[in-house]
């Protein structure tokens, strides 16, 4: 059973979380070509090659969508826009079907009482800039806060909430060193300059936006809690290692102006010529902190070159995704937000929530009561934290609509929705009536 929203404190905010790439259907409405069609389309890195050109229709399903978000009483949608559909390459003319698509879409939100909170960036960067080199080119720092005032010059006025860049750990180290999301570059000089660029790019749209009085800017960073594989020094050593390049990097350099030692160790020596000049920028104010939290990874001491480290399988039960159930890992890392990083500033769960396949029932019900559990243990972990002095004021479950999992294709279901890919039906599932239950104002 989910808790309800009284046992949280007054204000509390509750939202659920998609992306434009995963959810739109990037094939209409004028957007340009992206890194992830190129990428999707290369054989081998996407299962069954699926793409983002028709994904859940949300392009021209938004009503309906926008309706199950009120309807599960929540109170704040996060959404991204696509830096392709805005500007088609990336810069220059933009395509304005797709200014008008958001136009629309945030109006949308405000009708039905729900607070918009953007992401400028969540993955799919324009194959015209991919050409120039993308996040290992410098320039993408001033692309990127341009992007972000054309945007913002339509939107900005309704939006509760900017974030520039989703989970850049996901935009640095897992697409350019592990080589799993677009553009699948695998080269450590590659990964030391978008690791690095785009945090530059974070900050320098943070800028731009304050220059436009846009309000309410946040930082979302995505963390796995490491622990060693045994006791071993060497285990420990290496975890620290991971935990450095994971967990520290993005957050230390926003909120520190500093990247880890341990990190720079392996990557200080291909970083750009320059780049101690741009931590001010990098480190330029947020108003809070946002955190994508699913799991955990035991990690053992590996005999290779830098990092010197390997994940190993861990015992607990694990979700579709494989990934191990650990709300822990929650309460501990919004313990040390609290202390290290966010020092006071609100932190936001931003992403939260558990892959599990299930298909409907003949009586069209979807019965998901391990999402139901997964989310009541992590709420928990939040109420733990919130008890013990950490400062958080909102939590978004990943997701709203089954969606288009990355190199995964279709096939790993976060949704509170079941959304059958043929027919774009949605069904809500028992875990989106559990939430609507726990969310209701009785007042
Ligand atoms: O689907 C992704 C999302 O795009 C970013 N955060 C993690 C989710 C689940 O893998």
Redesign the pocket.
């Known amino acids: 059973m989910l808790p309800a929203r009284a046992q949280f404190p007054d204000g509390f905010l509750f939202g659920a979380a998609t992306?434009a790439y995963?959810i739109e259907g990037h094939g209409q409405g004028g957007a340009g070509r992206t890194h992830w069609d190129d990428f999707a389309e290369t054989p081998g890195n996407v299962v069954r090659a699926e793409t983002g050109a028709k994904a859940c229709d949300h392009y021209t399903r938004w009503p309906a969508d926008l309706d199950l978000i009120a309807g599960a009483n929540l109170d704040a949608y996060r959404f991204s826009a696509s830096w392709a559909r805005v500007l088609p390459d990336g810069r220059g003319a933009p395509n304005m079907e797709g200014l008008d698509f958001y136009d629309r879409l945030v109006d949308g939100m405000v009708e039905r009482g729900l607070k918009p909170a953007l992401t400028l960036y969540?993955w799919e960067l324009p194959s015209a800039l991919a050409d120039l080199g993308g996040w290992r080119n410098r320039d993408i720092a001033g692309w990127f806060a341009d992007y972000a005032e054309v945007l913002l010059a339509r939107i900005g006025d309704r939006l509760w909430s900017v974030v520039p860049i989703?989970?850049p750990w996901?935009v640095g180290w897992l697409s350019h060193f592990l080589g799993a999301h677009a553009p699948g570059v695998r080269d450590i000089r590659a990964t030391a300059r978008a690791m690095h660029h785009v945090l530059l790019a974070h900050g320098r749209a943070i800028q731009a936006m304050r220059a436009m009085d846009q309000p309410n800017l946040g930082a979302v960073c995505?963390l796995e809690w490491a622990d060693p594989a045994d006791a071993s020094p060497e285990a420990a050593a290496a975890t620290a290692r991971y935990d450095a390049i994971y967990n520290r990097w993005f957050v230390d350099a926003i909120f520190r102006g500093e990247y880890p030692a341990l990190a720079l160790e392996g990557l200080g020596p291909h970083m750009p010529a320059g780049w101690q000049d741009d931590m001010v920028v990098i480190g330029t104010p947020v108003d809070w902190c946002g955190l994508?939290y699913?799991t955990r990874k035991l990690v053992a001491p590996d005999p290779g070159p830098w990092p010197h480290y390997a994940e190993v399988e861990g015992p607990l039960p694990k979700t579709q995704?494989g990934w191990e159930i650990y709300p822990e890992g929650l309460e501990k890392f919004l313990l040390r937000t609290q202390a290290e990083h966010a020092r006071g500033l609100p932190i936001y769960i931003t992403?939260n929530g558990m892959a599990e396949a299930g298909p409907p029932q003949a009586q069209g019900t979807v019965e998901d009561p391990a999402r139901i559990d997964y989310i009541s243990r992590h709420l928990a972990a939040v109420q733990r934290a919130i008890a013990a002095g950490a400062n958080v004021q909102g939590y978004f479950c990943?997701?709203l609509l089954d969606n288009y999992?990355?190199s995964f294709g279709y096939e790993k279901r976060?949704g509170l929705v079941h959304v059958d890919f043929d027919s774009l039906k949605r069904t809500p599932k028992s875990s989106y009536h559990a939430l609507a239950r726990a969310l209701a104002r009785n007042d």
């Open positions: 992306s995963q969540h989703n989970e996901c995505n994508n699913y995704m992403e990943w997701s999992e990355w976060f």
